[in-house]
């Protein structure tokens, strides 16, 4: 069974970072690419970033670009998101989301989220 | 950048009603267009891809049309766990999500 399982969430000052990390399992990891989506409470859908299988491209919303760092680890089948300089903007909950490709598609497997608040 | 517009916001229906949802992509992304329904309190699930093939397991009441910069999300006949929020995205470059359309109980 295809399971993605996020940690890393928490209430976090502006200006501090976090680093949210995403648990692969039941699928080939390093066959696709890899995605980090987040939603605001009571708001829409948001990407945030995207990794290719191999690490050799990288994406991010313009939002973000320049403040987050995604990285991934075939290794250990793990994805993960550093976040700096968070803004209360940033408070959502992020999901990891599995690509049906080694590129950019859309997503077939999703995990439950992990809740970023950004506050004083 | 590809902006996704979804109509309608907000959407009343009875049980048994065909429901149908529409987005609207800036440029064209030909057939490159997934739809989503998400429920309160958890990640979304795919419903349809390429604009109108259906994913895995899912309910053949759902289906998807269009291509280049207009489409459309149908409900054939509105089930009791069909009431939910809808999102399109397109994959054309990277991704991004139409803004949702949250269907209710009439």
């Known amino acids: 069974e295809v399971q993605l399982v996020e940690s890393g969430g928490g209430l976090v000052q502006p200006g501090r970072s976090l680093r949210l990390s995403c648990a692969a399992s039941g699928f080939t990891f390093d066959d696709y690419a890899m995605h980090w989506v987040r939603q605001a409470p009571g708001k829409g859908l948001e990407w945030v970033s995207g990794?290719?299988?191999?690490?050799?491209?990288?994406d991010y919303a313009d939002s973000v670009k320049g403040r987050f760092t995604i990285s991934r680890d075939n290794a250990k089948n793990s994805l993960s998101l550093q976040m700096n300089s968070l803004r209360p903007e940033d408070t959502a909950f992020y999901y990891c989301?599995?690509?049906?490709?080694?590129?950019?598609?859309?997503?077939?497997?999703w995990g439950q989220g992990t809740l970023v608040t950004v506050s004083s | 950048d590809i902006q996704m517009t979804q109509s309608p916001s907000t959407l009343s229906a009875s049980v048994g009603d065909r429901v149908t949802i529409t987005c609207r992509a800036s440029?064209?992304?030909?057939?490159?267009l997934a739809w989503y329904q998400q429920k309160p309190g958890k990640a979304p699930q795919v419903l349809i891809y390429?604009?109108?093939s259906l994913e895995s397991g899912v309910p053949s009441r759902f289906s998807g049309s269009g291509s280049g910069t207009e489409f459309t999300l149908t409900i054939s006949s509105l089930q009791p766990d069909d009431f939910a929020t809808y999102y399109c995205q397109q994959y054309k470059r990277y991704p991004c999500f139409g803004g949702g359309t949250k269907v209710v109980i009439k």
């Open positions: 990794i290719s299988w191999n690490s050799d491209n990288m």
């Open positions: 989301a599995k690509d049906t490709g080694r590129g950019w598609n859309y997503f077939d497997c």
């Open positions: 440029e064209s992304i030909k057939t490159w």
């Open positions: 390429k604009a109108s």
